[in-house]
């Protein structure tokens, strides 16, 4: 009986320690952000610009690393996914892009949010579908859209304003990071 309360101790201190080192403690929200995109930038190095393979990978490498909490996995999975959107359909991550992010001093209102956009992204798959498989690329349409399933658990059914500019935060770089040639 002596031992429970030891044990008790222990288990506490072990998760202040893992509270104390989680991901999102030691880095803030823009450092995350840039670590991603970078990584997804070696990875397509890596994989000769193969973007499925490389956002993939991506994926794979930092699953452990960002399954901590919901913000460094929606960091993670809305990155890839935004990469993706850019490449396979630009006119829709352009729709995206201008309707999530803010201009000049002034936020853009937008009645899509980030759950309605996607929502809606997925329920159109099969007249997308049916205009992706006369090209080449159309497996990277399957992948954005296993990423889309994979994203939508992940965002509230309202946005607060941290929410909204965390995504904003993720969005924004995606179309100035990445060379013309993938996006």
Do not use: W
């Amino acid at each position: 009986m002596e031992r429970e309360p030891n044990v008790e101790k222990l288990i506490a201190s072990i998760q202040a320690d893992e509270k104390r080192v989680a991901l999102e403690n030691l880095f803030n929200d823009d450092e995350l952000i840039q670590h991603t995109i970078e990584e997804i930038q070696t990875k397509l190095a890596e994989y000769e610009r193969h973007v499925v393979k490389a956002l993939d990978d991506t994926i794979e490498s930092m699953h452990l690393l960002y399954h901590g909490t919901l913000k460094t996995r929606f960091i993670l999975v809305a990155a890839c996914t935004y990469t993706l959107l850019a490449r396979v359909d630009p006119e829709a991550f352009s729709n995206f892009q201008s309707g999530h992010i803010r201009t000049d001093r002034k936020r853009v209102t937008s009645t899509n949010t980030v759950l309605t956009f996607f929502t809606k992204y997925a329920n159109g798959r099969s007249q997308r579908r049916i205009a992706m498989e006369k090209r080449d690329d159309s497996h990277e349409f399957d992948y954005l859209l296993q990423l889309i399933d994979e994203l939508l658990p992940l965002l509230p059914k309202r946005m607060s304003n941290s929410f909204r500019e965390l995504n904003e935060m993720v969005l924004k770089p995606i179309g100035e990071v990445f060379p013309n040639d993938l996006v």
